[in-house]
C-alpha cells in the first residue's frame, strides 16, 4: 500500500521559517508528481507549489519567492522550505503525488496533512 507521510509541520512567528517533508513509501515503480497543497479554514484548498521528477517547478502566486519546493529522488521524498511566513500561510499543508504503481498503472494520492500556524 502507496503512503504519503508529512512532518514539520508547527507554529512559527511571523517572518521565521519551516521546512516540511513528505516521503513515500510502499510499492511502487515510479513517482513523476509531487508536491503541496494546502488549505485554510473555510477555503478551498490551492496548490502551494509542485516538482517533477526531472525537477522542474510550479509555485503558487502567493508563495513565489518565499517557499522552496525541493526533492531527493532517490529517498521518494519532496520538500518545502519555508520563508518569511505571515499569519495568511496559516492553513493545514497538504503533500500530493502522482504515484505509478506498475509501469502501466498511476494513481494520485494524499498525505494525512500537517498544521502550519504563523502566530506571534
Known amino acids: 500500500q502507496v503512503q504519503l507521510v508529512e512532518s514539520g509541520g508547527g507554529v512559527v512567528q511571523p517572518g521565521g521559517s519551516l521546512k516540511l517533508s513528505c516521503t513515500a513509501s510502499?510499492?511502487?515503480?515510479?513517482?513523476?508528481?509531487m508536491g503541496w497543497y494546502r488549505q485554510a479554514p473555510g477555503k478551498q484548498r490551492e496548490l502551494v507549489a509542485s516538482t517533477l521528477h526531472d525537477g522542474s517547478t510550479k509555485y503558487g502566486d502567493s508563495v513565489k519567492g518565499r517557499f522552496t519546493i525541493s526533492r531527493d529522488n532517490a529517498k521518494n521524498t519532496v520538500y518545502l522550505q519555508m520563508d518569511s511566513l505571515t499569519p495568511k500561510d496559516t492553513a493545514v499543508y497538504y503533500c500530493?503525488?502522482?504515484?505509478?504503481?506498475?509501469?502501466?498503472?498511476?494513481?494520485?494520492?494524499w498525505g494525512q496533512g500537517t498544521q502550519v500556524t504563523v502566530s506571534s
Open positions: 510502499g510499492r511502487f515503480f515510479f513517482i513523476n508528481l
Open positions: 500530493n503525488a502522482d504515484i505509478a504503481r506498475t509501469i502501466i498503472s498511476t494513481a494520485n494520492y
